[in-house]
């Protein structure tokens, strides 16, 4: 029977986890964070070393617990070199395999697991707007999807209430994709990328917490769900409201060719992720009347960047 507000964040130590685990201590839960690496930043929550591989006595900590939250993996913001990727697929499924072990090793498992997946397993369609049915895309972010949810689906009690969150890019004040983004704006750098129309779906860091406590909570949520803001825009009205929003008028645009060039010398990270994108929109939640804080991107950042109208 469970017994406490504990909720243990795996793979807690980063942008997303930090985010979280401070919603939820203000909502009076007790969080744990599990990971390889010390948070950034102090707060009231606990934090347990954990190299994501092995059981020990870490295990504890999900005897009892309310939920379970498994962000655990590699970040993706790299150059994708062969040992990168080999990394970006073990990190995830190894950790939620080892997670599975873990429930299996206590008397009172967490009532329901919340996955941590990726909006990215629906590809890069250039045009199409994709919600929870559409099809899978190609390629190794839609693979690596595959094999993460699949490890968990391996992993998890038949008993848990099971919700996976399909991830869009998530803006935020702290971290993220968007601090880099930023920071090209500020340096001049914020125009168009590439073609410009490759589709940029994102959430607000308050909505992205808030889909995770209602995951935690309502015992009505369950399957996969598209984590994603109701209103994705192009690459090019992305950088548009980006320079409105940090008053930069001009950025100097970006062909493909340089940013080919330029992502892996100058960002050490994969060109991909800024030339190509995805349109989605969650069909589930709309259909299970969620309502967004910040449904559309100027209020977003608006809010992140402390601009009133």
């Known amino acids: ?3 406490t507000n504990r909720v243990v964040i795996a793979g807690g130590s980063g942008f997303l986890g930090l985010n979280l685990a401070e919603y939820l201590v203000e909502l009076g839960n007790e969080v744990v964070l599990l990971s390889r690496t010390q948070p950034r930043r102090e707060g009231t929550w606990r934090f347990l070393r954990w190299d994501a591989r092995s059981v020990g006595e870490w295990c504890r900590e999900l005897d009892g617990a309310a939920a379970i939250v498994n ?3 590699r970040t993706v ?3 994708k070199t062969p040992d990168h990727c080999d990394e970006i ?3 995830r499924v190894e950790a939620t395999e080892v997670l599975g072990k873990a ?4 008397q009172t498992p967490p009532p329901v697991w919340v996955q941590m997946s990726t909006a990215h397993r629906y590809g890069d369609p250039p045009e199409c707007v994709c919600d929870e049915d559409s099809a899978f895309g190609y390629g190794l972010a839609p693979f690596v999807a595959r094999e993460w949810e699949a490890a968990y689906a391996r992993a998890v009690l038949p008993e848990m209430r099971q919700v996976i969150l399909r991830t869009s890019f998530v803006v935020g004040r702290d971290g993220g994709a968007l601090s880099r983004l930023s920071k090209l704006v500020r340096w001049g750098l914020g125009g168009t990328v590439g073609s410009g129309q490759q589709g ?3 959430i607000h860091e308050l909505d992205m917490n808030r889909l995770f406590f209602r995951a935690i909570t309502e015992e009505s949520m369950q399957g996969a769900y598209l984590a994603t803001a109701p209103e994705p825009v192009s690459n090019a009205e992305f950088m548009r409201a980006l320079r409105k929003a940090l008053k930069r008028p001009i950025g100097l645009p970006a062909a493909s060719w340089m940013v080919r060039i330029g992502a892996p010398l100058l960002m050490r990270t994969d060109p991909e992720l800024a030339l190509y994108g995805r349109y989605c929109v969650s069909r589930r939640l709309r259909e299970e009347g969620f309502e967004f804080s910040y449904s559309d991107l100027e209020s977003a950042l ?3 960047y402390g601009k009133r109208k």
């Open 71 to 73: 962000l655990a993996g």
């Open 89 to 91: 697929l073990r990190s």
């Open 200 to 202: 940029m779906s994102w």
């Open 1 to 3: 029977m469970q017994t």
């Open 77 to 79: 913001d790299c150059i």
């Open 103 to 106: 429930v299996r090793n206590i």
């Open 302 to 304: 608006r809010d992140i």
